[in-house]
């Protein structure tokens, strides 16, 4: 039970289970993003991690087919 209303005000103080993560970039690149999350109606934070996430499965695949080509 009390783990039940911790987690309740957590999610109430904004604070979620995903974990946190910090990166430096240009201040050109940080207005990039903020307008390009502007027009997607998304925060910056939702919009980066989608960028990294699509990052990833992008590695994913290209290792799968690396691999692929090195056992043909």
């Known amino acids: 039970m009390l783990k039940r209303v911790q987690h309740a005000i957590e999610v109430s103080m904004g604070q979620t289970k995903k974990a946190k993560i910090m990166f430096t970039c240009s201040h050109e690149t940080?207005?990039?993003?903020?307008?390009?999350?502007?027009?997607?109606?998304?925060?910056?934070?939702?919009?980066?991690?989608?960028i990294v996430v699509e990052a990833l499965k992008q590695?994913?695949?290209n290792q799968i087919d690396h691999n692929q080509e090195k056992s043909a």
């Open 59 to 61: 590695k994913q695949e």
């Open 30 to 50: 940080k207005a990039d993003l903020t307008e390009w999350s502007q027009e997607e109606r998304r925060t910056l934070s939702n919009l980066v991690e989608g």
